[in-house]
C-alpha cells in the first residue's frame, strides 16, 4: 500500500556530497516516521537518520554533523544530504516508513547505491 523509491545515489570522491531521495505513494496518511538506512556487504543494516511527523530528527552517530534529512508537509519525499562522505559511508541506502501503534506498519524501498572512493 505504501510504495517508496530512492534515487541519488552514485560513486562520489571522499569528501564529496550526495543528496538521497525518496518518493513515497499510496497510503501514507498514517505515516509516522520516514527514514534511511543503510547496508554495507556483510554487515548488518543499520539506522542512518529518520524524521518524524513532528519533524524530530533522529541522527546514527556516524553521520551526525554532516548528515541533514528532511521531508516535505505532504510526507511525500524525504531526503538525506550527506556531506564530507567518507569510505566508510559507501553502502546501499535504503528509504523507511513507519506506522507506529498497534497496527503497526514497515515499508522499505529498493535502495540505491553509494561508493565513496579514497
Known amino acids: 500500500q505504501v510504495q517508496l523509491v530512492e534515487s541519488g545515489g552514485g560513486l562520489v570522491r571522499a569528501g564529496g556530497s550526495l543528496r538521497l531521495s525518496c518518493a513515497a505513494s499510496g497510503s501514507i496518511g498514517s505515516i509516522n516516521v520516514m527514514g534511511w538506512y543503510r547496508q554495507a556487504p556483510g554487515k548488518q543494516r543499520e539506522l542512518v537518520a529518520t524524521i518524524s511527523g513532528g519533524s524530530t530528527t533522529n541522527y546514527a552517530d556516524s553521520v551526525k554533523g554532516r548528515s541533514t534529512i528532511s521531508r516535505d508537509s505532504a510526507k511525500t519525499a524525504v531526503y538525506l544530504q550527506m556531506n564530507s562522505l567518507k569510505p566508510e559511508d559507501t553502502a546501499v541506502y535504503y528509504c523507511?516508513?513507519?506506522?507506529?501503534?498497534?497496527?503497526?506498519?514497515?515499508?522499505w524501498g529498493q535502495g540505491t547505491q553509494v561508493t565513496v572512493s579514497s
Open positions: 523507511n516508513a513507519e506506522r507506529l501503534g498497534w497496527n503497526y506498519r514497515e515499508y
